[in-house]
Structure formats: structure tokens, C-alpha cells
């Protein structure tokens, strides 16, 4: 079974810039679409990016676009979201997740796998 580990959360002053990475234990995921959602607290999870198998197309929830980048190097089974001008309501757990789905899969129901989350704390 294919495991994702997230690292890179933390406290940050907004404003600043934080980049999570997610990593696969097995080589499957160079075949598969890769996201990243997020759950605040109190609240429901929601879409953040996702990014197609090859890495040539992403795509990105609204409130999030033009600030947030998602990337993945496929030779180390690391997909990434490098996140700029971070916000206090960009706090939340944030989890990587893993999508055998049609492009572009932006509902929790077209991820198959999910990493255990990474909190991001913004300060105001």
C-alpha cells in the first residue's frame, strides 16, 4: 500500500512563505494526479491544487491562486506546494492526497489515498 508523509508546516508571520512536501513510499505515484487540501479549523475541507501526473498542468482553488505554487519531482515521488504571501486564513491541516481520477479532480470523494496532514499556523 502506498504511504504519504507531508513535512514543512509550522508557524509562520503572515506574510511570509512556508513550502510543504509530500512524499510516496512507492513508484506508482509517477502515474497518478497529486493534491493538496485543507482543513481549518471548525471547518470542512476544501481544495487547494492538484497537479496532473507529469506535472505539465495544476490547477488552484480560488482563494489560493497567484500565491500558492504545486509542484512534484517524480524521480523522488515528491509532489510540493510552496506557499507565498501566506495569510492568517490560510491556517488550517494541510494534507496531500493521491488521485487515479479524471483531470483535474478537485473533490475529496476523487482521491484515493491521503497523507496524515501538517499543521500551518499564520500569525496575524
Known amino acids: 500500500q502506498v504511504q504519504l508523509v507531508e513535512s514543512g508546516g509550522g508557524l509562520v508571520q503572515a506574510g511570509g512563505s512556508l513550502r510543504l512536501s509530500c512524499t510516496a513510499s512507492?513508484?506508482?505515484?509517477?502515474?497518478?494526479?497529486m493534491g493538496w487540501f485543507r482543513q481549518p479549523p471548525g471547518n470542512e475541507r476544501e481544495f487547494v491544487a492538484t497537479?496532473?501526473?507529469?506535472?505539465?498542468?495544476?490547477y488552484y482553488g480560488e482563494s489560493v491562486k497567484g500565491r500558492f505554487t504545486i509542484s512534484r519531482d517524480n524521480t523522488k515521488n515528491t509532489v510540493y506546494l510552496q506557499m507565498n504571501n501566506l495569510k492568517p486564513e490560510d491556517t488550517a491541516v494541510y494534507y496531500c492526497?493521491?488521485?487515479?481520477?479524471?483531470?483535474?479532480?478537485?473533490?475529496?470523494?476523487?482521491?484515493?489515498?491521503w497523507g496524515q496532514g501538517a499543521q500551518v499556523t499564520v500569525s496575524s
Open positions: 497537479i496532473n501526473w507529469s506535472g505539465r498542468n495544476t
Open positions: 512507492e513508484r506508482t505515484f509517477s502515474s497518478d494526479h
Open positions: 492526497a493521491l488521485s487515479k481520477g479524471l483531470w483535474p479532480p478537485t473533490l475529496s470523494r476523487e482521491y484515493a489515498l
